[in-house]
């Protein structure tokens, strides 16, 4: 019998959040009887809930989580922490810091590694943990696909549990196609910097999927938005619900050619949903989400690549890239450094975690093939073995498998990189209190690819500071880390890591195309857009938070500052 049900959520409702006698899913209704599209705006005015604690005291000792992030910033001075369970409770709150004008940060599950949900210059705390309800599944009735409703504070992971306990429709499993590599990260958080990951090169990032949201805007509005309900039209934006009789004309902006999460998504011809998905909470709060799912490939072929020594990883991406008979799902990429510091973690006996790979190994490329049958797969896996012949290698040096157990064992010796770098600089910061990783999250497009990674070879072999090269090859966006012994090179690497911004942008790129800005990547944006651009931004900010209470110090440069901040993307 097929187990989804339209109209119908699955949402757990016993004691076990959902297992009746024997397992057994209950199924009841959505959560709000109306559907998201046909729901009116809810008044303003909600009866106000009582913060979780109070005084600052109290709040460092009973929720220390709350006052940082993966960034290891943390901040101070936070006098109320609210934990809202509804989506009228939270309006309740911004509805009384509007009134009080009171600065609030927002916090979802916390993952992100720019500092955006620190309350560094805020009073108060807004989490939306508590928000973590999946609201149901339900067919779009023009095409008949999939699309699912979540709260904000709802993770991946628990997301990911409920789409597949939804079964096979038409013959098919379908999935939510966001892969960031944080499953931790919570919807609303995903939402609010338009996450991507190794997968987006082939599904695109969260914008992509989300069909519609509910969103508390900054004067405590509970209100849904749809996408296509407010489009752009000669550069205005009307959306009575929202605006009543204002008009939002685009920023006039600069738009790289590239995967770009820095600044505000509203371009000429997009749609205004667009302008809160990657807006890190600075123009509303998203406390609901209704996103589409994506069919299943049949088959997915993962494999690791081992170059030989002397190769050239990216050449090899580009050609796969332009290979007809292959469309990736992921194509990541690990250089020499990154396979020699894997190297030493497991010598040193730190790394038995460490997946084993070829001791003669250069570089390495970690492939996602999809295909739909058998056939398709071995056309596929000879076009593939006729590539690893243009750089020396064979399908001999490739570790390959079609199964999730394997295919969680390759990403873990793609994502050891990182964690070896971080777990490098932890024993350092014990000699030299203070340093930190420095990290770029450059994008540019496939005509410039091979001149940015020129440049990088070349700063990298001038700079003096140990590097590591890794990250999502097939969109040209690669994490240059820096891990340094000392605080001249600490400096020495936030000034490469400028310098390696400007060019980017000069190369028709991005300066973050999937971290986000947060409070210690703010100087980037002017990077980016230039004095001019940073103004359009803040003429959008002022036009949907007038007062700047929703998240002040994110994003923007010239919102108010908090103290020094390093620069620690990652």
Known sequence: MEQFYSGVAMRRASADRGRGPGGRILHVTFSHPTPMCHRRRTPMSHPPILPASQGVEAIRERFPDLLRDESNLTGEGVERVYLPETAEEVASVVGEAARLGIPLSVSGAR?????????????????????????????????????????????????????????????????????????????????????????????????????????????????????????????????????????????????????????????????????FIGAEGTLGVVVEAELQLAPLPRHILSLFCFLPQGSDGLEFVQRLKNEPALSPLAIEFLDAACLDLLREERASGRGDHIPDFPATAGEAIYLELPFEDDLEMERGIGVLEEALGWVGASLEDTWAGDEEGERARMRHLRHSVPEAVNARITRRKREVPGLHKVGTDLAVPDRSAAELYRIYRERRSTGGVESVLFGHAAENHLHLNFLPRSPEELARAKAIHLELAREAVRLGGSVTAEHGIGRIKRELVEIQYGPAGVEELRRVKDFLDPQGILNPGVLLPDLPEGPDLPGRPG
Not at 145 to 163: D, I, K, N, Q
């Open 111 to 275: 993952t992100g590694i720019t500092g955006g949900a620190v309350p560094v210059g805020t009073r108060w705390v807004l989490s939306l943990q508590r928000l973590n309800r999946f609201l149901g599944a339900d067919r779009d009735p023009g095409t008949g696909a999939p699309f699912v409703r979540a709260e904000a504070g709802l993770s991946l992971a628990e997301l990911e549990e409920r789409v597949r306990e939804l079964g096979p429709m038409e013959g098919r499993e379908w999935v939510y196609p966001v892969d960031p590599t944080e499953w931790s990260a919570s919807v609303g958080g995903t939402v609010a910097t338009n996450a991507s990951g190794s997968r987006s090169y082939h599904f695109g990032p969260t914008g992509a999927w989300v069909r519609a949201l509910r969103i508390v805007l900054a004067d405590g509005r509970l209100v849904e938005l749809r996408r296509g309900e407010a489009p752009v039209v000669e550069r205005e934006v009307r959306w009575p619900e929202g605006f009543g009789d204002r008009v939002l004309r685009v920023p006039d902006l600069p738009i790289p050619s590239a995967k770009c999460v820095a600044g505000y998504g509203l371009e000429p011809g997009g749609d205004l949903l667009d302008l």
